[in-house]
C-alpha cells in the first residue's frame, strides 16, 4: 500500500516550458513534504520542501504547491531547463519517518 | 507488490559499537542503495550494490561497508560508531531506474 504515489514513471517537457510533477499521499498525520533530484548513481538533492500550515512555497524557478483537501502537491519548475532532466521524488514525513514515491523522470527536449 | 522493509527501525548505541542495518528489496530488484540522511540535510549516497557486488560508493569511510545477498536483500555494516553517525539511514533497490525506498532507520549514537 503505497503511502506517497508518483503515478507519472517519466515526463516530456520542452525548454522553457513548464514542468508539473505531481505526487499525491494517503496519509493524513504527514505535516511535512519534500522534492528531491536524483541523477544516477549519485543520492537524491533536496530541491524544496513545504510544511503543512502552507500552501506554497518558491524557490527560484521551483514551486510546491501543496492542497491538503486532496492530498495533493505538485513541484512546478519554471522556466525548464536542460539541467532539469533528473528522476524527481517526492517524500513525505510525521517527524519520525519519511516516506519516498517511485520517483518521475523528467526530460526536458531542446 | 512487495515494499521494501528495513529493520530495526529504531536503534540506539554506543560510540565504539557496531551496527548491522538490514534492507529487503522489493521482489525483482537486483540493485539496492544506502543512504545517510542527517537532521535537516538531504541523503547522501553511501554505496550501491548490484547482484552482490558494490558498483559504487559515496564519500564514506571504510568503516561502512555492506553485502547483498541472492536474494538481493542487504546489510549496512557500520563498525566503530561516531556521535555523527547518528542519522536516517535509508535502502532503495531498483531494476532500470525505476526506485522503492524504505521508509528508513533511525540510528542514534550516545
Known amino acids: 500500500d503505497q503511502q506517497v504515489k508518483q503515478n507519472s514513471p517519466s515526463l516530456s517537457v520542452q525548454e522553457g516550458r513548464i514542468s508539473i510533477l505531481n505526487c499525491d499521499y494517503t496519509?493524513?498525520?504527514?505535516?511535512?513534504f519534500l522534492w528531491y533530484k536524483k541523477y544516477p548513481a549519485e543520492g537524491p538533492t533536496f530541491l524544496i520542501s513545504i510544511s503543512s500550515i502552507k500552501d506554497k512555497n518558491e524557490d527560484g524557478r521551483f514551486t510546491v504547491f501543496l492542497n491538503k483537501s486532496a492530498k495533493h502537491l505538485s513541484l512546478h519548475i519554471v522556466p525548464s531547463q536542460p539541467g532539469d532532466s533528473a528522476v524527481y521524488f517526492c517524500a513525505a514525513s510525521d517527524g519520525d519517518k519519511i516516506i519516498f514515491g517511485k520517483g518521475t523522470r523528467l526530460h526536458i527536449l531542446p | 507488490e512487495t515494499g521494501v522493509t528495513q529493520s530495526p527501525t529504531h536503534l540506539i548505541k554506543t560510540r565504539g559499537q557496531q551496527v548491522t542495518l538490514r534492507c529487503s528489496s522489493q521482489s525483482g530488484h537486483n540493485t539496492v542503495s544506502w543512504y545517510q540522511q542527517a537532521l535537516g540535510q538531504g541523503p547522501q549516497f553511501i554505496f550501491q550494490y548490484y547482484r552482490e557486488e558494490e558498483n559504487g560508493r559515496g564519500n564514506f569511510p571504510p568503516r561502512f561497508s555492506g553485502l547483498q545477498f541472492p536474494n538481493y536483500s542487504s546489510e549496512l555494516n557500520v563498525n566503530a560508531l561516531e556521535l555523527d553517525d547518528s542519522a536516517l539511514y535509508l535502502c532503495?533497490?531498483?531494476?532500470?531506474?525505476?526506485?522503492?525506498f524504505g521508509s528508513g532507520t533511525r540510528l542514534t549514537v550516545v
Open positions: 532503495a533497490s531498483s531494476f532500470w531506474g525505476g526506485y522503492t
Open positions: 496519509n493524513s498525520m504527514f505535516d511535512y
